[in-house]
């Protein structure tokens, strides 16, 4: 929070109050309020809470993280309507407006977006179908922009050709992962009119310049007439030059009154591109941040006499790398066409919550196409389901950098294979359990239930802080141990009587998996996400082939019982035994649990995938292995004063000149190296030098 004078100039206010002479009253009024913050001290913040006490707003039992405080802070819902009721607090919740920046349409959608998205669908979900909240929710696609336009020349594909393939792609591939769709998708092309009508207001107020590159909004004036130019920014430096290099129209930026203005129409020439538009300024397009404010205005806006003390949106979302200058830029574009309702004197915001989903990363790299690092969503899915990339994205709060690796997701694998293997052993106790037991718990038995109460309790308080759903996850396994522990470690004679229990537990985790957008219910009707095993499921369950099964895992594990008990220790046999588990029965789909001396048997498909998976994962190591041998063996074939000519990564750069080492001392274009350049091509020579001689003894 910071505490700033404002003189507002009483000559634009003024200006200002002309503008409007011809409105409505309650303008007028609010022109003259205006004029009395002129001497008083103004407190200038990122954030404005909304109120709870004004009617206004429908409080939640939810606390956000908050990019614009920087912190977690309560979620309440702007009321649309104004309908007060007589204890002047909203009875049900009004209708969440909410905004999603989605993609820019000009490549494969890969798993570094599917982050992004998934995770907030699951945020979604919560508010839709665990709250009950209704919630309006729009995504924007941006059909064009420099890089659609340049994949277009690349391709020779037309531009607009060329994103709606990949906004269709985008969508089905957005399916495929089992996301939500929007209430509504909004295209920048078919926005122009509104983007161009922003555009003017925001000049009709006094916030814009023109120069040769375009339109341009101006900062300075802005922070001048009581607002904030830096709301998102990382440093709050209103004044950092770096900034500038951030900013769209870049090739414009010594035209820039201020390293922080930015362009919201460049001029194009007509003949050397594709894609443009006239307009009053002249023939160009939108800049990049313009089409968000334009569309959200157009979507969500209602215009009335108190909009003045209401947000426009109540939620903002993106990615982290959109925070700054996209969408702080977007709030200040936004404040500056509805100028007199968002000064700081107002108190009030443009949009009341932004929520930021943090990176992917791979290689401690953000997932990105222009650093070419990234696995498409379709690459992804041919290995992985959607419910184990949910799974990962639950395991993970949704606003941290995350490393994506084989590691990370075999996590997550190994979370769904424990809870389908849970799901199982219930429904496996209850089919054997005897019906000739009295039904009355026992005290191991309500403390199962009064602690399933207290999880309940913990994973609702979960939800609410800020959706958190690592903690959640983490109080299911909790709650997995207590009931393994019971039933199905120590053997104990529990049967009937915990029936019920074990379906309420049951039923509230397969309840909470499939609010987080998991498809559990498909699993238990024991049909797996592609609907391929259909003829060997029926095939397993057949009573002929269940019997069979029977007789041979109840002889298989006679045989271990016995050898366990052996003193003579025979490995082979067990050996023997642990092949039948683990190879011949799994490679029909067919998987044994030993428990102690006891065995079961269980028709899971997930089996036959793991054991590939298995297969893959062997014969990849050996082959990482084998690369690894081979440039051992290569290094040692190279002689320090051929060092950077042989090895790839050197050899590609083809150095002009060498010293007597073979140390370069200029590149291919006969440019010098640079001192520290060659220090440190120096010191990976030496090291080259360490290793021919380490491995020579």
Not at 27 to 39: A, E, M, P, S, V
Not at 184 to 191: A, D, F, P, Q, S
Not at 245 to 264: A, G, I, M, S
Request: charged letters at 30%; one cysteine or more.
């Amino acid at each position: 929070m910071i505490c700033l004078k404002r003189s507002i100039s009483h000559k634009r206010n003024i200006k200002f109050l002309n503008q409007n002479i011809n409105n409505n009253n309650d303008i007028i009024k609010r022109n003259f309020n205006l004029l009395k913050c002129n001497n008083n001290e103004v407190q200038v913040n990122n954030w404005f809470p909304p109120s709870e006490e004004d009617g206004k707003h429908f409080t939640t039992p939810i606390k956000l993280y908050n990019s614009l405080s920087k912190s977690k802070v309560p979620f309440l819902i702007t009321n649309k309507q104004l309908l007060k009721s007589e204890s002047n607090s909203l009875q049900s919740p009004p209708t969440i407006y909410w905004y999603s920046c989605g993609p820019t349409v000009y490549d494969d959608t890969h798993v570094g977006h599917a982050r992004n998205y998934v995770s907030l669908d699951i945020i979604h979900r919560i508010l839709l179908y665990y709250f009950n909240y209704p919630v309006q929710y729009v995504m924007n696609i941006t059909n064009v922009d420099d890089k659609i336009l340049k994949k277009s020349k690349e391709t020779n594909i037309p531009p607009i050709e060329l994103a709606n393939k990949y906004e269709f792609e985008f969508i089905e591939d957005m399916k495929r992962l089992g996301i939500i769709q929007p209430t509504l998708y909004t295209r920048v092309t078919e926005h122009i009119d509104e983007i161009i009508k922003v555009i003017s207001t925001i000049e009709d107020n006094g916030f814009t310049y023109v120069t040769k590159g375009g339109v341009y909004f101006d900062s300075k004036k802005f922070e001048d007439s009581d607002h904030i130019s830096s709301k998102l920014s990382t440093n709050n430096n209103t004044n950092n030059e770096t900034q500038s290099q951030q900013q769209e129209h870049v090739e414009y930026k010594d035209e820039k009154k201020d390293p922080r203005d930015f362009v919201l129409w460049k001029f194009i020439e007509k003949d050397k591109e594709p894609l443009g538009w006239e307009s009053k300024w002249g023939y160009g397009r939108p800049g990049w941040h313009i089409e968000c404010s334009a569309m959200i205005d157009s979507v969500f806006r209602k215009e009335s006499k108190d909009n003045i003390s209401k947000a426009t949106i109540d939620i903002h979302s993106g990615g982290i790398d959109l925070a700054f200058p996209h969408h702080n830029n977007e709030i200040i574009q936004s404040e500056a066409c509805h100028h007199l309702e968002y000064q700081s004197c107002q108190k009030n915001n443009w949009c009341n919550y932004f929520l930021h989903v943090g990176h992917l990363h791979i290689q401690g790299l953000k997932m990105s196409k222009s650093l070419k690092n990234f696995i498409t969503v379709r690459e992804f899915l041919k290995k992985y389901t959607p419910d184990q990339f949910r799974i990962f994205c639950l395991l993970h709060k949704y606003n941290q950098t995350v490393e994506y690796n084989e590691q990370t997701m075999e996590i997550a694998v190994r979370y769904e294979r424990r809870l389908k293997e849970f799901l199982h052993n219930v429904e496996y106790f209850k089919k054997e359990s005897s019906s000739s037991i009295n039904r009355k718990w026992n005290k191991e038995l309500t403390n199962l239930h009064d602690r399933f109460l207290e999880k309940q309790e913990k994973i609702h308080n979960a939800i609410c802080n800020d959706f958190d759903t690592p903690s959640i996850l983490s109080y299911i396994s909790e709650m997995i141990n207590e009931v393994n522990n019971i039933f199905f470690t120590n053997n104990k004679n529990n049967d009937i009587l915990a029936i019920e229990l074990l379906d309420k537990i049951t039923g509230y985790l397969t309840y909470l998996f499939n609010l987080f957008g998991c498809r559990l219910d498909e699993y238990l009707s024991n049909k797996n996400s592609n609907g391929n095993t259909e003829d060997i499921e029926t095939i397993v369950n057949h009573p002929f082939t269940n019997k069979l099964l029977e007789i041979l895992t109840e002889f298989r594990s006679d045989i271990r019982k016995e050898c366990l008990k052996s003193e003579q220790n025979p490995t082979q046999i067990l050996q023997l035994i642990d092949k039948l588990r683990d190879e011949k029965l799994k490679s029909i789909g067919i998987r044994i649990d030993d428990r102690g001396e006891k065995s079961t048997f269980k028709y899971d498909p997930l089996v036959v995938q793991e054991m590939e998976n298995e297969i893959k994962e062997k014969n990849e190591n050996l082959r990482k292995l084998e690369q690894k041998q081979n440039e051992l063996n290569f290094k040692l074939t190279i002689t320090p004063e051929n060092y950077f000519k042989q090895i790839p990564i050197h050899a590609e750069k083809q150095y002009f000149k060498y010293d007597e080492e073979g140390v370069p001392t200029h590149d291919k274009e006969g440019n010098e190296l640079s001192k520290s350049a060659i220090k440190k091509l120096k010191k990976e020579l030496e090291k080259h030098k360490e290793f021919l001689e380490k491995h020579s003894k």
